[in-house]
């Protein structure tokens, strides 16, 4: 047999060639742990790219909740724009006016009437919202811009809230109170207006007599010298809806049906059924204060007085009701600055300076007691804000105390 039939190689051969395989393996076993390293890390490269998406997903919900609830913050609190502030002004023409009187430092008696007006409007709004003027001042127009426009639909939001509440409510009170055949329909604006007895009555100006039946008809047809014009106070802002023709404003602004809405929209609908007496029902604001101690386990739903720190009745306020009942109370269907000949902003103006613009000590004495009025029927006779210091000072728990240390004081100085 030769070497090249079935002869076993020689040794170093085998040996090189064991070397050789083991070599291979070696190299096999290299490459398998090099690609374990690369896939682990891959997957910490994954890992960590998750976590910076993850905190960056977090940070971008977290500043997206922030955003919410400043806007959820700005719309609550310009629920009270309408209501207390002004019903018709923008926001944008008051604070105008008053960085005007600012810039110019303009004096007030040059001043138009509707410029004045809109800077009272102005303080009362900063009074109301104390926060405003130093977040306006500090933030970048963009941010500014944003927090009025949320203000701003928080205020015609509460608007629009309340008029939908007094919609059904009204038509119950007249219907109770006046017991009309039909009744005034919940639902239908259309049945409202002078072509409703009982809604004409308490819509008819307060010189003329709804009983005269061509009075009534001079109305509905709006024949000469039966115009309805906001120049003539409806019936239903006078005490018992009938006006004193010798003393016009003895009653005004008494009405029932006045104190009944203003009740629905700042305390409750169902304090509104209370307007009786003479503020002899349960104080609004203590019984709210106990309300908060008894069942503080128990989330109670605040009021709107509450909400917005109303503890005494503004001229504004009341305004902004008188509006709201004339609305609820006429044929028309959707919230208007104008119906027919009648102007709702000079109406709306006219009675905020009754109250706040009176000619005279006179008859600046009347409007406060008339403010203390309202106060006393909607909120109760709590007065403990009203006390002066150097009345508290006198009481007797007070009074009591300093007597006792001056003879604490006595005997420490006795020999």
């Known amino acids: 047999m030769s070497n090249a039939e079935g002869s076993t190689p020689p040794i170093n051969e085998l040996v090189e060639g064991s070397g050789n395989a083991s070599h291979v393996e070696h190299q096999h076993a290299e490459g398998t742990r090099s690609g374990e390293n690369q896939a682990e890390v891959s997957a910490a490269r994954q890992r ?19 955003k919410e609830r400043q806007t959820n913050y700005y719309v609550a609190q310009g629920r009270a724009i309408r209501r207390v502030v002004t019903l018709f002004d923008s926001l944008e023409d008051l604070v105008a006016e008053n960085d005007r009187r600012y810039e110019f430092e303009e004096d007030t008696e040059t001043t138009a009437e509707y410029q004045d007006f809109s800077w009272i409007g102005y303080m009362t709004f900063t009074k109301t919202m104390r926060w405003f003027h130093q977040k306006a001042t500090e933030a970048y127009y963009e941010e500014y811009a944003d927090m009025l426009k949320m203000l701003r639909r928080g205020a015609d939001a509460a608007r629009g809230d309340d008029t939908s509440k007094l919609k059904p409510l009204v038509s119950e009170w007249v219907n109770r109170e006046f017991k009309p055949d039909p009744p005034v329909d919940p639902d239908d604006k259309h049945s409202r207006g002078f072509i409703n007895d009982a809604c004409g009555r308490l819509l008819c100006p307060s010189e003329l007599d709804w009983n005269n039946s061509a009075v009534k008809a001079g109305i509905r047809d709006r024949a000469d010298g039966y115009t309805v014009t906001d120049l003539s106070f409806p019936a239903f802002v006078y005490e018992k809806y009938t006006a004193n023709p010798d003393d016009l404003e003895d009653g005004l602004f008494k009405g029932k049906i006045l104190l009944q809405a203003f009740k629905a929209v700042f305390t409750s609908p169902s304090s509104a059924k ?31 007085a509450q909400i917005i720190k109303m503890e005494k009745v503004t001229p504004r306020s009341i305004a902004y009701i008188v509006c709201q009942v004339r609305f609820a109370l006429s044929s ?45 029927k909607i909120f109760g006779k709590n007065r403990r804000n009203d006390l002066s210091q150097t009345v508290m000072e006198n009481m007797s728990v007070n009074a009591l105390a300093r007597q006792r240390a001056a003879r604490a004081d006595a005997v420490f100085d006795s020999p």
Do not use: C
Not at 49 to 65: F, V
Not at 278 to 295: E, L, P, Q, T, Y
């Open 48 to 66: 960590r790219k998750i976590a910076q998406l993850e905190e960056k997903l977090a940070t971008l919900e977290s500043g997206r909740a922030v």
């Open 274 to 304: 209370d307007v009786e007496g003479d503020g002899d029902g349960a104080d609004v604001i203590i019984s709210n204060r106990r309300a908060r101690k008894s069942f503080n386990t128990i989330k109670v739903k605040k009021h709107v």
């Open 332 to 376: 028309v269907t959707s919230w208007r600055s104008i119906d027919g000949d009648f102007d709702y902003v000079h109406f709306w103006r006219i009675i905020v300076d009754f109250f706040e613009k009176p000619p005279g000590r006179d008859t600046r004495l009347r409007a406060d007691k008339l403010l203390e009025w309202w106060t006393r």
